[in-house]
C-alpha cells in the first residue's frame, strides 16, 4: 500500500525547458509535503517543502505546487540545467506522527 | 559539522550471514531514521527513533530485522540471517525536526546477499 506515489519512474527534458515531476498520495492525514533530490551513490538531500495551508512554495527554479482536493503535487524546475540530473523523490508526513514516507522516485534526466 | 556517517558503505554477504550496519546522526539531532532503498518501493522506512526510543518499527519486514540505539549518537540495523532479497541500499537519517520536514541522510550501505 504504496501511500505516496510517483508514477512516471523517469523523464528527459531539454536544457533551458521546464521539468514536472508529479506525485499523489492517498494519506489526507498529510499535511506537510516535501521534495528531496538524490545524485548516485550520495544520499538524498532536501530541495524544498510545502504546508498543506499553502498551494505554492517558490525557490529560485524550483516551484512545488500542491493541489488538495486531487491529493497530488508538483515538482516544477524551470529552467531545466544538466546539473538537475538526478532521482527526485516526493515524501509527505502527517500532523500525527513523525513518519517521513516516500514515494518510488522519479529519475529526471536534463539534456544539452 | 560532520554530517550523518554510515558504515560500512559495501557489504557483500553470503545468504545466511549476520549483517551488521552501523550509523552516527548529527550530535544534537533527537530523531533517527533507518531507510532501504530498492526500485521497486523506492524508499521505505524500517523505523524511526526518537531520544534513543524505538517509536515506530512497522516497517520492519520480518523478525529477521532488528535496529538498536544504545545511546545518541550512534545506531544499528542488524539482519540475521540475511537473505538475497535484503539485497538494497539502507539509508540513516537524522534530524531535529521531522515536522519541519529536512531529514539528514548518510550516504548509505549497499548490501549484496549472493
Redo the contacts between chains.
Keep these: 500500500d504504496?501511500q505516496v506515489k510517483?508514477n512516471s519512474p523517469s523523464l528527459s527534458v531539454q536544457e533551458g525547458r521546464i521539468s514536472i515531476l508529479n506525485c499523489d498520495y492517498t494519506n489526507s492525514m498529510f499535511d506537510?509535503f516535501?521534495w528531496y533530490k538524490k545524485y548516485p551513490?550520495?544520499?538524498?538531500?532536501?530541495l524544498i517543502?510545502i504546508s498543506s495551508i499553502k498551494d505554492k512554495n517558490e525557490d529560485g527554479r524550483f516551484t512545488v505546487f500542491l493541489n488538495k482536493s486531487a491529493k497530488h503535487l508538483s515538482l516544477h524546475i524551470v529552467p531545466s540545467q544538466p546539473g538537475d540530473s538526478a532521482v527526485y523523490?516526493c515524501?509527505a508526513?502527517s500532523?500525527n506522527?513523525?513518519?517521513?514516507?516516500?514515494?518510488?522516485?522519479t529519475r529526471l534526466q536534463v539534456f544539452p | 559539522d560532520a554530517g550523518v556517517i554510515q558504515s560500512p558503505r559495501h557489504e557483500v554477504t553470503e545468504m545466511g550471514q549476520e549483517v551488521t550496519l552501523r550509523c552516527k546522526p548529527i550530535s544534537g539531532h533527537d530523531y533517527l531514521f533507518w531507510y532501504r532503498q530498492t526500485m521497486m518501493r523506492g524508499l521505505e522506512l524500517l523505523i524511526y527513533f526518537n531520544n534513543n526510543v524505538p517509536i515506530d518499527d512497522s516497517g520492519m519486514p520480518e523478525d529477521r530485522f532488528s535496529a538498536k540505539m544504545p545511546n545518541a549518537s550512534f545506531s544499528t540495523l542488524k539482519i540475521q540471517p540475511s537473505e538475497p532479497r535484503d539485497s538494497a541500499v539502507y539509508f540513516c537519517a537524522s534530524s531535529r525536526d521531522p515536522k519541519g520536514g529536512e531529514l539528514f541522510f548518510g550516504e548509505g550501505s549497499r548490501l549484496t546477499v549472493l
Aim: aromatic fraction near 20%; charge should be negative.
Design positions: 504504496q510517483q506537510y516535501l551513490a550520495e544520499g538524498p538531500t532536501f517543502s523523490f515524501a508526513v500532523y506522527t513523525d513518519k517521513l514516507i516516500f514515494g518510488t522516485g
